[in-house]
């Protein structure tokens, strides 16, 4: 990846090096709500599901991925509260009902799906970007799930890629409200991964 | 076909490292990440893409914003990982702090650190890890803070202990914890490890030589700080953390 340039000429510090997540995150990283930025149930709430797959077809059983998001009105500011907890207890008391925050975080199961419970997001940015990380994989990896929002103007990305590459950011809708996005780390169909300059 | 040797594993690594050091004289850039594909960690054989990563350049791209966390996400109890049980968990017992710097050396504010560990004995709080060290009930090994003013994190842990694996016969992770940072951008997250100077299993270790700059992977050893042990409590290390990728502030900047 080509770094960014300062203006000042003043160098910029070495990056600290990535490595994988390994096998053993599950008893740290994944929080209970982790993958309900809304309460489940909520009648505008939408379904991000899907399948993690390596480059045999296998399903992967120990990827982790995350979602971030704009809000439905297009803002991108966030709100803490992801993982909010209780100070007397110290466990964690689920999400406040009308604070979306904008990130998910999932682990695969044993037959690697996962399934993320969100709103969708604005026509100005009709996406939910997406990190993914697996045991395996030394550096996470960078996609973006589209759903096809109302409105949604022609995006530059999607423009660009060969229409076959083009359909693995395009999540599927499916009934109730449900968007299949699979990802496929190698191989045939494999996912577009994007590097951000 | 048997599981491969720490000598092919190690021969490997050589190759790998020979092969970088030829293409920086041949002009290619200095490779701070390592390559997704990386042989010596059989792993990653099914795990990496083949095409190349589409390169997105926009101004209005969600990732330049990230997800946002306070002190509603963290309990003074995460950063202590010593004291989340009724007894005192075995080992050495370590304070482990830093800086997290973005690269133009602006302190990364208010943002979540998450660390996870193996006990003092090499075993980590899970279930599917099958190696028969003990497991301590006084010990989780999952730790959580909140960066300060400063951009800095502390944590109270014990030193976790080197462990085995299957890549290869005789496979041995060196001492480590896991390390998840976020930034003032999704495009600056940052899942890594953090080692222990002077570990005799830095050679052998296909993912930590799966850097194969040798700056930068001298830059995921931490230092041994004497100023940082506290008397009568703890050894001190002091690892400092720079995030890399853009963040929209920097394309305000002019930076992009
Ligand atoms: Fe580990």
New interface residues.
Partial sequence: MTPPQQTSGQPLLPPTPAQTVGPFYGYALPFPGGPEAVPPGRPDAITVHGVVYDGSGAPIPDALLEFWQADPDGTRSGAPGSLRRDPVTGGFLGRHPHVFTGFTRVATDADGGYAVHTLAPPSSAPYLAVAVFARGLLHHLYTRAYLPVDGAADDALLGRLAPERRATLLAVPGPDRTYRFDVRLQGENETVFLEHA | MGDPTQELISKEIAEARDGYAAARAGGA??G?????G?LP?R?????????P??????P????????????????D??ADLTAQHVGEPLGERITVTGQV?????RPVRGQLV???Q?NASGR???Q??RHPAPLDPNF???G?CLTDDEGRYTFTTVKPGAYPWRNHVNAWRPAHI?F?LFGAA??Q?????MYFPGDPLFAYDP??Q??TDD???Q??VAAYDHDLSVPEFSLGYRWD??????TAT?IE????
């Fill in positions: 850039p200095e701070h990440h390592p390559d997704r990386y960690y792993s990653s054989a099914l795990r990496h893409p083949h095409n990563l589409e390169r997105v350049a926009d209005d791209a969600v990732e330049l914003s990230g997800p946002v966390f306070g002190v509603t996400d963290v309990t109890w995460d710097l973005d690269r133009a050396g998450e660390i996870w193996a980590y709080a899970h599917r890890d989780t090994g999952a959580r896991h998840s999704f495009t997250r940052l899942v890594t490890q993912i930590l799966s850097v700056a930068a992977r830059r995921l953390i720079v995030l890399d990728g853009p920097w900047e002019g930076r992009a």
